[in-house]
């Protein structure tokens, strides 16, 4: 099991860009699809990108569609999360997480979830 650990966050104007970086360790990391997700204190989760284990598909959601891109290095066990024309109302906490892949079907549940970094856009 992959341990998490997110880093990149902090304080942005509308408009600036963050790029958040997801360290894993353990030597199975590209064994597992990865996602990212955003939780604000007393909100229900919410999905913002995932990708593949090769990294040569990925998807958004329709929010971060078009200002979001998700990447992954596996040489190097790491994930981003590219934020561009960020707003104020993407301001909450950030997670990684890992997801098993069995028989070629993502298991939704993660298995490995990041302690989350915090992104603030001011307006």
């Known amino acids: 099991q992959v341990q998490l650990v997110e880093s990149g966050g902090g304080l942005v104007q509308a408009g600036d860009s963050l790029k958040l970086s997801c360290a894993a360790s353990?030597?199975?990391?590209?064994?597992?699809?990865m996602g990212w997700f955003r939780q604000a204190p007393g909100k229900e989760r919410e999905f913002v990108c995932a990708i593949i284990k090769s990294g040569s598909s990925s998807y958004c959601s329709d929010s971060a569609k078009g200002r979001f891109t998700i990447s992954r290095d596996n040489a190097k066990n790491m994930m981003y999360l590219q934020m561009d024309n960020l707003r104020p109302e993407d301001t909450t906490v950030y997670h990684c997480?890992?997801?098993?892949?069995?028989?070629?079907?993502?298991?939704?549940?993660?298995?490995?979830w990041g302690q989350g970094t915090q992104v603030t856009v001011s307006s």
């Open positions: 353990g030597r199975t990391f590209n064994t597992y699809a």
């Open positions: 997480a890992a997801h098993q892949v069995l028989q070629n079907i993502v298991v939704l549940s993660p298995a490995s």
